[in-house]
């Protein structure tokens, strides 16, 4: 999952983004309001945590500026202790979840994997096709009930799949998910990963769809 982290106190960004990161979620950091409402128009990311005090354009507006825009990114705002105005106004801007400062770090991993998940239509925290299962709160694999040790990208891959069974997905749309926006990675890059989640998972669950990408299934049960 990528995800846009819109935050100008540094020493935070940097502390959320390694607890983010840990989390296998790729992060990506705006630390002014322009930078984010133009990254959030023009980049496309799978969830956004915007704090609401920001230089230039604050977080509100920023979040105006998506929806007008047509971006539905589910977005987990930051707010100052105590600023029931400020919750208010970022539902009203459409927002989908807040949490106040100080913020308790792995809380914002929970609830971002949740707002995605519901963004998805998944209820379910255990996301499953096949033997293949992903817990989206402890962000661990399992086959056949049995741990699935995988790279960072590996599982960045696997999991932005596992949100999106049956459905066909472009090496582009991929690379976009596993790469930082500087790391643009030609599509054999992706066909390498792929290539390995596969040996890993040692079964036919990731389909090749020739000219369009990858599709995520569980194998057809055999009649009878
Ligand atoms: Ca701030």
Not at 88 to 114: I, M, N, S
Not at 184 to 196: A, F, H, Q, W, Y
Not at 200 to 212: A, D, V
Request: charged fraction near 25%; glycine fraction near 10%; aromatic fraction near 4%.
């Amino acid at each position: 999952m990528r995800i846009l982290l819109v935050e100008d106190d540094a020493i935070l960004a940097g502390r959320l983004r390694e607890v983010l990161e840990e989390a296998g979620l790729l992060v990506e950091i705006a630390a002014d309001g322009s930078q984010a409402a133009f990254l959030g128009c023009t980049e496309d990311y799978d969830a956004a945590v915007l704090d609401l005090g920001l230089p230039g354009q604050d977080g509100i507006s920023v979040l105006h500026h998506w929806r007008e825009h047509g971006r539905d990114l589910p977005v987990l705002i930051l707010t100052a202790r105590g600023r029931w105005s400020d919750k208010l106004a970022g539902f009203g801007a459409g927002a989908d979840d807040y949490l106040t400062k100080p913020l308790h770090l792995e809380e914002v991993v929970l609830r971002l994997r949740a707002l995605v998940r519901r963004t998805r239509g998944h209820a379910d925290p255990v996301l499953r096709v096949g033997a293949l299962a992903f817990d989206t709160l402890s962000s661990r694999f399992t086959l056949d009930g049995q741990p699935l040790t995988l790279t960072a990208q590996e599982q960045r891959i696997l999991a932005y799949l596992m949100h999106r069974p049956d459905q066909v997905v472009s090496r582009s749309e991929i690379g976009e998910h596993v790469y930082a926006r500087d790391l643009e990675p030609d599509s054999n890059t992706v066909d390498v990963l792929i290539g390995r989640i596969r040996r890993k998972l040692g079964r036919p669950l990731i389909h090749t769809e020739r000219g369009l990408g990858f599709r995520l299934s569980a194998p057809a049960t055999p009649p009878g």
